[in-house]
């Protein structure tokens, strides 16, 4: 009966490295093809100020739905933009550095690899949330780790910080991680390389699946 207690895997979507033009369209019709947890801006190569001009109108989009706004690894970003949270890589600073700079409301998320120890660092930290993976082979990012189904698992089994799947993620293999135990599904170009309202849609309709 357990499994059944657990909240329904969510959506997490990261944004494409280029927002520009029609993307805030893009991103809207995402969000009102069904629900999406969270939002992370992830930038790369242009200054802040003009990272901050980006998300501008991202972060409204989000706010409108009850979305969370994250930003992918500068804590200074996040706090400039008043966002909901960041998401930090092994190298991105600490969650105590992030939680004194975004308060204690901020979600603060760690890319925990494919590893135990980091994960467990990240939760005894303060962290909201520890993301594993890659799940599956990605083009979105060069892939140097690869987690497997045990390890969402054993954090489910063990810790109430909810852990986040990331990494080649598309509608047709998800299932095995929403049964595993992944509480959000990271996705990137499974959304954004094609029909994104559909995209959605289908990823809703695979955790459904999957959960039922």
């Known amino acids: 009966m357990e499994e059944n207690e657990r909240e329904p895997t969510q959506l997490y979507l990261i944004s494409p490295l280029d927002v520009t033009g029609g993307f805030p369209d893009r991103l809207a019709r995402a969000l009102d093809a069904g629900p999406v947890a969270a939002f992370q801006f992830r930038v790369k190569h242009v200054d802040q100020h003009e990272a901050a001009r980006l998300a501008e109108p991202l972060q409204k989009i989000c706010a409108d739905r009850d979305t969370a706004f994250i930003v992918n690894d500068s804590t200074s970003l996040a706090k400039r933009l008043g966002a909901d949270g960041v998401h930090l890589g092994q190298e991105d ?4 550095e992030a939680r004194n700079a975004l308060g204690r409301d901020a979600q603060i998320g760690v890319t925990c690899n494919n590893s135990r120890h980091l994960a467990m660092d990240a939760g005894e930290a303060g962290a909201d949330y520890v993301a594993f993976g890659a799940y599956f082979p990605t083009t979105t990012k060069d892939v140097k780790h690869m987690a497997g189904l045990d ?17 080649g993620i598309t509608p047709e293999n998800c299932a095995p991680l929403v049964t595993a135990g992944a509480d959000f599904l990271a996705v990137s170009g499974a959304v954004w390389n094609g029909d994104e309202a559909a995209a959605v849609k289908a990823f809703h309709e695979a955790i459904t699946g999957a959960m039922a």
Request: contains cysteine.
């Open 93 to 96: 600073g600490t969650v105590e």
């Open 151 to 167: 390890l969402l698992e054993w954090w489910q089994a063990i810790f109430e910080i909810p852990c986040v799947a990331i990494g």
